[in-house]
């Protein structure tokens, strides 16, 4: 089955700086990749997603890149705010597989004023 | 729209003992999820199920039964409830690969 590892497991930036989180799939199957910011005692909420016939896609701060070749994404948010601290989840998910979705561990962004 | 309603929120239960945690959605979702979410482990799938009146299995559901009588609600039952079940669970429903997630329970077996 699918596996996801996602790097790093935290991450501490300063305000207005940029953050990256870098996930690896092993099914080359796998043709949606969605990203998930969870709050503290939330739900995980989706906040952009890509599909494996785009390489690119950019929601105006945050953006995410797929690699299909190396079977990796990353998520990249830019001019970094308080409000961005949380818990974020890669996932995948291949066709037909509907919202079954396999999940990287998680990366805990603190983002320092 | 309330989106995805998971009760209760916390509970607390003994070894042995049994508990169901219910999930509704008001989306008119076909598809919906039961994950459990671990430290470090991020989040897997213990059921899930295509439309009303079917359930399959997922990546660990050993230890849980789940029922979907009605379109909008699925159900997850602990028979038998051990510590390994300790965990915060969350149900999600999609109409197609975006899935949308409830707020959490958090059960503590003891």
């Known amino acids: 089955g699918e596996n996801v590892e996602q790097h790093p497991s935290t991450l501490s930036v300063q305000e207005g700086d940029s953050a990256v989180i870098k996930c690896t799939y092993s099914?080359?199957?796998?043709?949606?990749f969605p990203w998930y910011k969870q709050e503290l005692g939330k739900g995980p909420q989706l906040i952009i997603d890509i599909r494996s016939n785009v390489g690119e896609k950019k929601d105006q701060r945050i953006a995410v890149t797929l690699n299909k070749t190396a079977k990796h994404f990353s998520l990249h948010i830019t001019e970094t705010q308080p409000e961005d601290s949380a818990v974020y989840f890669c996932?995948?998910?291949?066709?037909?597989?509907?919202?079954?979705?396999?999940f990287g561990a998680g990366t805990q962004v603190v983002v320092t004023p | 729209n309330a989106g995805v309603t998971q009760t209760p929120k916390f509970r607390v239960l003994k070894t042995g003992q049994s508990m169901t945690l219910l999930c509704a959605q008001d989306m008119n979702h076909e598809y919906m999820y039961w994950y459990r979410q671990d430290p470090g482990m991020g989040l897997r799938l213990i059921h899930y199920?295509?439309?009303?009146?079917?359930?399959a299995k997922g990546e660990v559901p050993d230890g849980y039964n789940v029922s979907r009588l009605k379109k909008q609600n699925f159900l997850l039952g602990l028979e038998s409830a051990a510590p390994s079940q300790t965990s915060v669970y969350f149900c999600?429903?999609?109409?197609?690969?975006?899935?949308?997630f409830g707020q959490g329970t958090r059960l503590t077996v003891v």
């Open positions: 199920s295509v439309g009303e009146g079917t359930t």
């Open positions: 996932a995948a998910s291949g066709p037909d597989s509907w919202g079954k979705l396999q």
């Open positions: 999600a429903s999609s109409y197609g690969s975006e899935a949308f």
């Open positions: 099914d080359s199957a796998s043709n949606y």
